[in-house]
């Protein structure tokens, strides 16, 4: 399968703990996006990367929140000094032409749990 | 800045039944119009797309949506559900930034 996998699948942690997910997505995409979705609401914007460069960020992304894509290809998103309010679905999508025509493929996100 | 508004938030049909999701945006400029649909257990999938041209779209498993933009709405339609269409749907729009802000979803569920 050549889809955008992301890992883990769930993460259970405590509160002021640090969390790290990844997002590889589909090779060719040089687009990659992260969101948030908490329950009964859809994906809010978090951040996005045109091959290695962060080119725009939400103002939901905190300072706690950084992201990274070192090379152009997989991404991590860090949550640092983790909060019950960071509990969410993190989906990560990816894109593979600039503009706003190219269709976004989803991964199967990332389901935090801050106890 | 843009916004979308779902105005179902739960719909249950029988099949065979029609459906119609509403879905009206905000964005004074041109805009690119999706919807999303989520089976369970299942990736984020896109069902259709508009970007210009023929405002009616055509989309995956029998869907289709309208673009009206006097009225800012991009309704999704399906004549006849089935149990398999059992899902949660998303409404989108991109403007200026490419970027889309997704509505809050309808979960539509289908007896059979």
């Known amino acids: 399968d050549t889809g955008v996998s992301q890992d883990p699948r769930h993460k259970i942690t405590k509160r002021g703990q640090n969390v790290t997910f990844r997002c590889d997505p589909i090779?060719?995409?040089?687009?990659l996006y992260w969101y948030r979705q908490t329950l009964g609401q859809g994906p809010e914007f978090l951040t996005y990367f045109q091959n290695e460069a962060q080119l725009e960020k939400s103002r939901l992304l905190s300072d706690r929140f950084s992201a990274e894509r070192p090379k152009g290809s997989f991404s991590t998103l860090e949550i640092q000094r983790t909060e019950q309010g960071d509990s969410a679905m993190y989906l990560c999508?990816?894109?593979?032409?600039?503009?706003?025509?190219?269709?976004?493929?989803f991964g199967p996100g990332t389901r935090l749990t801050v106890l | 800045a843009q916004s979308v508004s779902q105005h179902n938030h739960h719909v249950i049909l029988s099949e065979a039944a029609s459906l119609e999701l509403g879905c009206n945006y905000s964005?004074?400029?041109?805009?690119?119009l999706f919807w999303y649909v989520q089976y369970p257990g299942q990736h984020l999938q896109l069902l259709l797309k508009?970007?210009?041209?023929?405002?009616l779209v055509k989309g995956i498993k029998g869907f289709e949506a309208e673009f009206i933009k006097s009225k800012f709405s991009f309704n999704l339609r399906k004549p006849s559900v089935q149990w398999s269409d059992t899902a949660e749907y998303f409404c989108a729009v991109a403007g200026g930034s490419y970027i889309p802000t997704f509505g809050r979803g309808t979960s539509l569920i289908v007896h059979p």
């Open positions: 090779s060719e995409h040089n687009r």
């Open positions: 964005y004074g400029g041109t805009v690119n």
């Open positions: 999508a990816s894109s593979g032409r600039q503009g706003s025509t190219d269709t976004q493929y």
């Open positions: 508009y970007f210009s041209g023929d405002p």
